[in-house]
């Protein structure tokens, strides 16, 4: 099967730029994951959805971070305005149970803010 | 939320097998006990996960304690490529990820 499909492969803008990035997660898996990993850090999780509605955001810094899953498929990050401190890879993950199958993770997308 | 604790770093020789151990001494009855592993420049990987007997699959073993406040991830013949961040994580609703182990194989 395809895995999950992330882009773009890597993003550099400036302070105060948007950005967003894309995910396309494996057909079927209702579940889908946003996380953010710092250099040197485990991945920490931003938002999680389930089919196109919100379980959980309670890590998204909801003043600069949003994002969506329209039709329950492929979901948007978005951030607005960037800050230095949001250079990191940002994972998408996707599951078809985590509790019986695991996540299936993205390669991610490095982002870099100068 | 509860929680694992891991040795920092681990190194091993190839072909060597390899226990990777984690503490959870608050693990919850509900909570499945899961390993990922990420090797540079991707994101993680799915290794194992169980619940309260021990697990085997292709890439791993799991070894549960008996009062499931532990757990070792065996790897029966390391490989350069195993050569990896290792994250074990209490599931139960949401997937938390510490700092993990980082392995280094020798050749």
């Known amino acids: 099967e395809a895995g999950v499909a992330q882009s773009p492969r890597y993003k550099i803008i400036e302070k105060r730029q948007s950005v967003a990035f894309w995910c396309n997660p494996i057909s079927g898996h209702a579940t889908l994951y946003w996380y953010q990993q710092i250099l040197g850090q485990g991945p920490k999780l931003l938002i999680q959805f389930q089919n196109n509605g919100v379980v959980d955001d309670s890590q998204l810094p909801k003043d600069r971070f949003s994002a969506e899953r329209l039709k329950g498929v492929d979901s948007t990050l978005k951030i607005q305005p960037a800050k230095l401190e949001d250079s990191a890879v940002y994972l998408c993950?996707?599951?078809?149970?985590?509790?019986?199958?695991?996540?299936?993770f993205g390669s991610g997308t490095r982002l870099t803010v100068v | 939320d509860a929680k694992t604790t891991q040795p920092n770093s681990m190194e091993s020789n190839e072909e060597e097998p390899v226990h990777l151990p984690c503490n959870h001494s608050t693990i919850s009855g509900t909570d499945y006990i899961h390993w990922y592993r990420q090797l540079p420049s991707q994101g993680p990987e799915y290794v194992i996960h169980?619940?309260?007997s021990n697990v085997n699959n292709r890439m791993a073993s799991l070894a549960i304690a008996e009062d499931r406040k532990s757990s070792t991830l065996i790897l029966h013949r390391a490989t350069l490529r195993d050569a990896a961040v290792y994250y074990c994580?209490?599931?139960?609703?949401?997937?938390?990820f510490g700092a993990g182990t980082r392995l280094t194989v020798k050749p």
């Open positions: 994580i209490l599931y139960n609703n949401d997937m938390r």
């Open positions: 993950a996707s599951s078809l149970g985590p509790r019986l199958y695991g996540y299936t």
């Open positions: 169980g619940l309260t």
